[in-house]
């Protein structure tokens, strides 16, 4: 079974970069879509983007003109390019593919503070 790990979270300060990678333990060409979600506590999880294997994009409002999302084939990984982070970004951030059922990983944690 295709599993999905997340990693490149960090601490930045408003106005950086982070990149993050859902890395798949087989080939992704036959999951039909994988989204990014985030939680803080107290707050339900949250679509932030999601990619199909045709490529068309979904992004939140929130993040729109911001974050982008693409997937690499060949490294069998769904990348989250995120510019301009904002306070409000800090969260554990998932990824995940419905088509694998519901399991979710332990995420990574993405800070943004002076």
């Known amino acids: 079974q295709v599993q999905l790990v997340e990693s490149g979270g960090g601490l930045v300060q408003p106005g950086g970069s982070l990149r993050l990678s859902c890395a798949a333990s087989?080939?992704?060409?036959?999951?039909?879509?994988v989204g990014w979600h985030r939680q803080v506590p107290g707050k339900q999880r949250e679509l932030v983007a999601s990619?199909?294997?045709?490529?068309?994009?979904f992004y939140a409002d929130s993040v729109k003109g911001r974050f982008t999302i693409s997937r690499d084939g060949a490294k069998n990984t769904v990348y989250l390019q995120m510019n301009s982070l904002k306070v409000e970004d800090t969260a554990v951030y998932y990824c995940y593919a419905p088509q694998l059922g519901d399991y979710w990983g332990q995420g990574t944690q993405v800070t943004v503070s002076s």
């Open positions: 990619i199909t294997i045709i490529g068309r994009t």
């Open positions: 087989g080939s992704i060409s036959s999951i039909y879509v």
